[in-house]
Each structure stands twice: as structure tokens, then as C-alpha cells.
């Protein structure tokens, strides 16, 4: 398995944690950003951990989450995040998919409007939070730095009512990314549908064609992908920096290899960890991975196959790409709020 660096081993022993592999050589570098982290999984803990980046979400406040596909469980649950997003008067905001689950499974699609109302009020979003689907009424595109793959990125045109974005991050694997964190809710999940066919295909498909998207033609440049990615990821950090700011939490709990926006995902192997936020995405993504990789293997807590599968997808090049285009740094020093009043 290719190695994924660790930037900060030994805060992570300090928390329990026994490193497994090299530590890059950092003694002589900057500590890096911060990222906080609390051990508890809780509404209050959400809000503490939030409170303790020391940034007011103020303005219109969009909270991006992924409202899951209709029968994943492993979403998450509006009882964990209620406190947080009615305390900032967010809106809880999605995007479309560009995919569909197949006949018989239309009541747990999110492809279109229709059915993904459907499933985040079975969900338990509705009644709530204030939702919405950002690309229900059209899209629009924002600029990109880096025009490599993706001449800009194509998001819901909602994106343009808010002034302020919590991304809530729920920390597991994928099947194309290898892993999901803050990069990939900022960039696939901020996508419109045909956003999310142009960032899937490195900028081939800007129209989403269901009979071709995941054909050899135009799927298969896995670190083009990679790398649309942190693009687009960077494009919509920009976005909201340029109006009242953006903040990043992860919450790792129910941590499949498989994604929110699989329908049948594998069975969660991993026990439930904390919450980390940061104000960089690039090193909150990094801490996540660190501590992964730094898991024991026990009866009832193995890394190993979400692991193989980072490792398969080259899952780590999304960091290490959105690292070289200045989005933030891989370098960072953990910081625990527990115990803290």
C-alpha cells in the first residue's frame, strides 16, 4: 500500500493513536494551519468545535451537507446537526446527482428534484431546516485557478444567495475519489448535475450524457479527476471568500468505504472517532487520512480495507493537488477542545 504521509503524529499519539508509517520531516517547518478536534459526537460538541475556530457564519448562511441516497444510512442525521445550523440560521443546500439508481430504486434517487425532495424529507431534513436544492432552478459557472482540466466550475445557480458556507463534511470512503471529505463536498457536492459530470470526466462532458458519461471515452484520467476536483473545490472556496468567508468540520462517524450517494453501501467497519474543523480544507482533509491510517486494527475497528481503497484511487493526489494550487496546506497542527469549558 503506497504510504500516506503524516503531518502530525504526535498529537495523534497524544490522543490514543499508534503511528504506522513514516512521518514526513516537519521539525524544522511551520506548525501548519490548525485543526481542532473533540473526540465527542454530539449536537453540543458540533457547536463547541465550531465556536472554537473563531469565526462567525454571518449573512446568508448555507450549510452544505449530503442528504444521502434514499436508503444509505450512513448520512448525517438532522438530530446531530440541528443545534449548530438553527444557531447560525443556516440552510441546509444539495445539489442533484448525475446519476440514477436504476429501475425499481426511484424513490431513492436524488437525479432529479422530484425524487431528491422525496428522500431528504424521508430523511428528516424538511422539518427542520430550511432546504435547498441549488441547482433545482438552473446552474451557473464560477471561475477556476487552475484551468488544466475544468475552465470553470459549474454549480447550482442558488449558490449565488448566500453569503457565508459552513461545509459539513461527513468523513468516509468513495468509490471514485477513494475517500470523501471537505474537497470533495466542496467540489462534486457544490456541483449541478452536468457540474458533476465535468469535474468526473477531467472537463470531456460539460452536458451530462447518461449513455456516455461513465464509458472509457470519457471516464478514466483518475488523477485528471483527481484533480478537477481540487479545482473546483478551490473555485468555490474563492467564492465565498470573496463575499463573507467559509469554514470546514468533518464529522467521522459511520465510516464506510462507500459514499453517501451510495445506495447500498458496505457495512462500516471503523468506529466512530470525532469531529475536526479547520478553516483550511487542504489540512482537514490530511488530518482525517492521518488518523485512518493510524488506526489499530481490532475485532470491532479495521482501517484496512478504507485504506486499500485511498490507496486504489490514488485518493491522496486530491490533497496533495489542492496543496500545490495554494488552497491550503498539508502541514497542521491538531488541536483537541476537549476538557475546554
Known amino acids: 500500500m503506497k504510504k500516506i504521509a503524516l503531518f502530525a503524529a504526535a498529537a495523534l499519539m497524544l490522543l490514543g493513536c499508534n503511528q504506522k508509517q513514516e512521518t514526513a520531516t516537519t521539525s524544522q517547518e511551520p506548525e501548519g494551519s490548525v485543526v481542532y478536534i473533540t473526540r465527542d459526537i454530539s449536537p453540543d460538541a458540533l457547536v463547541k468545535i465550531y465556536q472554537a475556530l473563531g469565526v462567525e457564519a454571518n449573512g446568508r448562511v448555507a450549510v452544505k451537507i449530503s442528504t444521502g441516497e434514499g436508503s444509505n444510512p450512513n448520512y448525517l442525521k438532522p438530530e446531530l446537526i440541528k443545534n449548530l445550523v438553527q444557531m447560525v440560521d443556516g440552510t441546509i443546500v444539495e445539489c442533484n ?13 436524488r437525479n432529479t428534484s422530484a425524487n431528491h425532495w422525496k428522500v431528504i424529507e424521508r430523511h428528516g431534513f424538511t422539518p427542520l431546516f430550511k432546504v435547498d436544492i441549488m441547482d433545482e432552478e438552473g446552474e451557473m459557472r464560477i471561475p477556476v485557478q487552475d484551468s488544466t482540466h475544468i475552465k470553470y466550475d459549474i454549480v447550482g445557480s442558488h449558490m449565488a444567495n448566500y453569503d457565508f458556507m459552513i461545509a459539513l463534511n461527513h468523513f468516509k470512503g468513495h468509490p471514485m475519489g477513494g ?16 457540474g458533476k459530470a465535468y469535474i468526473h470526466t477531467a472537463g470531456k462532458m460539460e452536458v451530462l450524457d447518461m449513455a456516455k458519461l461513465w464509458t472509457p471515452e470519457f471516464i478514466g484520467d483518475q488523477d485528471g479527476f483527481l484533480e478537477s476536483m481540487a479545482a473546483a473545490a478551490q473555485a468555490v472556496t474563492d467564492y465565498f471568500r470573496a463575499k463573507k468567508g467559509i469554514i470546514y468540520i468533518s464529522v467521522m462517524n459511520n465510516m464506510s468505504i462507500d459514499c453517501d450517494c451510495v445506495d447500498h453501501p458496505e457495512p462500516v467497519k471503523l468506529e466512530d472517532y470525532g469531529i475536526l474543523a479547520s478553516t483550511d480544507p ?60
Open 179 to 194: 475517500y470523501g471529505g471537505a474537497l470533495k463536498n466542496l467540489s462534486i457536492g457544490c456541483g449541478s448535475a452536468n
Open 282 to 341: 487542504v489540512a482537514l482533509d490530511q488530518a482525517c487520512i492521518d488518523i485512518i491510517n493510524n488506526q489499530e486494527v481490532t475485532a470491532t475497528n479495521d482501517p484496512t480495507d478504507l485504506l486499500a481503497r485511498i490507496d486504489k484511487q490514488h485518493g491522496i493526489h486530491t490533497i496533495e493537488h489542492a496543496e500545490k494550487l495554494g488552497l491550503g496546506s498539508r502541514q497542521y497542527k491538531l488541536v483537541s477542545i476537549d476538557g475546554k469549558e
Open 97 to 109: 446527482t448525475a446519476y440514477g439508481s436504476g429501475p425499481g430504486n426511484e424513490q431513492d434517487e
